[in-house]
């Protein structure tokens, strides 16, 4: 018999709480702003008309002309974020308003300043993330409550898209967190039917997470940039800076699934995700490396013995590996209708291989690789009864 629930509900919820994770929106910000205090209007002014700036490519003399702002003006968290969010995207359309042959490799200090100041302040990387992309970059549309993004690049239709599904998935993603945060604290307290139904709610929410992506098929894609081999943020270093570029690599959510289930990637695949870490919020990295440290559940299901365990285990297992192969789905299409594609466009700011992959190899196959070896990986986990 298990002993009595009476700190169940609250125990999870306060661990939540520590890693800055919220019961509502998980890994999303909850409800970001919009609008930053009134001498920030210069920022706030191009961010609002940044796809028609850079595509009229009037981007570039609008930025040299902008005055040098300190940040220290940004007084709360999510005035912090919203600043990253808008100055991450000035700097996307500053590098690339001239197309993929010509990026500009140098940041004028009006932007590198206060862009370094704001990430220093928050623990991320001065680049477009899937921190601002993403998890700061989303509102509701009074009164209807539609979803719509706040800032936007050229990529129109498609980027929206994206970005709205992407932020559906984080949202679907919630209960499995919720029910990841409920198994650990039911295997320290050895209450195995809470961990069952905590395995069980997992495995709904990865579920939901893949009805989810399949939002993805409905969008058009169009081609995708590649990031420059680097970029000198004037005032700050004379050396150019290397970052990824956005790319949900770089959601927790996956992450955390992969620490809690005990899934063992290839050192390549482990290094390049692992590297993505660097990317996220700060409190969002250590509940990562919180869910690693804590006792893990693949001991702890095949010490109890518990088949009904041993098989819920499996299914999240297997939930998971259906989730990776739909994502190489919706990657394969999308990597055909770019190649098909003509070269020399302008880009559209669409998710492409990171360049830390693309190094590697060409047309996508390196990208593939990778996503099958993190897919076929997966699969390894599942347990056997004489394991
Ligand atoms: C058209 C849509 C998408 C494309 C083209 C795409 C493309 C890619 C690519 C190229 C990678 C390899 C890593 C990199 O280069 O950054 C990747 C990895 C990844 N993507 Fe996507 N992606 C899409 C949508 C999504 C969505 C909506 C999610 C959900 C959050 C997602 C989650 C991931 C994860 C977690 C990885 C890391 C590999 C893994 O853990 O399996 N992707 N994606």
Known sequence: MEPPSQNLKTTPLLSLRRFHISEDYGFLLPNPLKELPDQFRPWMEIANELPHLIESRQLQARVNKMPLLSCQGLKSYREQRLAHLVLSFITMGYV???????????LPRNLALPFVEVSRNLGLPPILAHADLVLTNWTTRNPERNL???????GGESLRGFILVTVLVEKAAVPGIMALVQAVNAILQHRDNSLLRA??????????????LGQMHSKRWKDNPAMPVGLTYEGVSTEPLKYSGGSAAQSTVLHAFDEFL????????????????EYMPPSHKAFIEEIHSAPSLRDHILSSGNDQLLTTYNKCVEALVE??????????????????????????????????LEERGTGGTVVLSFLKSVRDKTLEAILHQSD
């Open 199 to 212: 395995l069980q709610q997992l495995r709904l929410s990865i579920q939901d997470i893949t009805r989810t």
């Open 96 to 106: 690339w308003q001239e197309g993929q042959t010509q990026p500009k490799e140098v």
């Open 262 to 277: 005990g899934i063992c990637h290839s050192k390549e695949s482990a290094d390049f995700l692992h590297r993505m870490r």
């Open 323 to 356: 989730l990776r192969s739909y994502h190489i789905t919706v990657v394969t299409k999308y990597l055909i209708t770019v190649a098909t594609k003509a070269k020399g466009r302008k880009p559209n700011h669409l998710p492409g291989p990171s360049q830390a």
């Open 148 to 154: 719509d993004i706040i800032v936007s690049l050229p």
